[in-house]
């Protein structure tokens, strides 16, 4: 059972390139999260889906656009890239939107830098 | 709203000796509580979960935490250290919002321990 997984693991761009980071989950979740985590500063919510054909902003959309393809599938694009959006990415899906006690499965991340 | 504060930006412990992680939060409402670990290169993996069952949860690799409402604490601990317990650690709250049904997740800014052989 793969959970979540992310591609690519790593990338290097040039300020002003556009991407996009691959996000899937064989878990049949219905919520699906886009982080970033910089040093000192936790995990900050970027983007959230809470179901299929709904996407939400989090605490820093700024520079980035989203896209849930279907159930499994959710996307993180950046048009054009900063220096500031330099930073570790990470994706998580969740089964059940509502239940306070279910926890988040995260994929192990895309080391993103923008020079 | 809510919030978490991890006390300890870094903690070093010798090998075999106990672990503290502290966590105090704040929640309008009853929360949920997590601790996630992060190993290097990694993505996070649940430790434990405080859901309002029992106040002393019991997690994986010896860890376990001790909801204190009074003191609105939320600390990780572990009796032994171990050289794979060497990681960054974050604590969690989740609260479900009354009017939408959506959950709001607030991470602290984690605190990573050093294991000293």
């Known amino acids: 059972n793969a959970g979540v997984t992310q591609t690519p693991k790593f990338q290097v761009l040039k300020t002003g390139q556009s991407m996009t980071l691959q996000c899937a989950q064989d878990?049949?979740?219905?919520?699906m999260y886009w982080y970033r985590q910089d040093p000192g500063m936790g995990l900050r919510l970027i983007y959230y889906s809470a179901s299929e054909g709904t996407t939400d902003k989090g605490e820093v959309p700024n520079g980035y656009n989203v896209s849930r393809l279907n159930k499994r599938e959710f996307s993180l694009r950046l048009e054009s890239a900063a220096p500031s959006q330099t930073s570790v990415y990470f994706c998580a899906s969740l089964g059940q939107k509502s239940l306070n006690n279910s926890p988040l499965h995260f994929g192990n991340g895309t080391r993103l830098t923008v020079t | 709203a809510q919030s978490v504060t991890q006390l300890d930006s870094h903690v070093s412990v010798s090998e075999g000796t106990p672990v503290l992680l502290r966590c105090n939060y704040s929640?309008?409402?009853?929360?949920?509580l997590f601790w996630y670990v992060q190993h290097p290169n990694k993505g996070l993996q649940l430790l434990l979960k405080y859901t309002s069952a029992a106040t002393l949860v019991k997690g994986i690799n010896g860890f376990e935490a001790e909801f204190k409402k009074s003191e609105t604490s939320f600390h990780l601990t572990k009796p032994s250290a171990h050289m794979s317990d060497a990681a960054e650690y974050f604590c969690?709250?989740?609260?479900?919002?009354?009017?939408?049904?959506?959950?709001?997740?607030?991470f602290g800014s984690g605190t990573r321990l050093q294991v000293q052989p």
């Open positions: 969690v709250v989740s609260e479900s919002l009354l009017d939408t049904g959506r959950r709001a997740l607030t």
């Open positions: 878990m049949n979740h219905n919520s």
């Open positions: 929640s309008s409402y009853s929360p949920s």
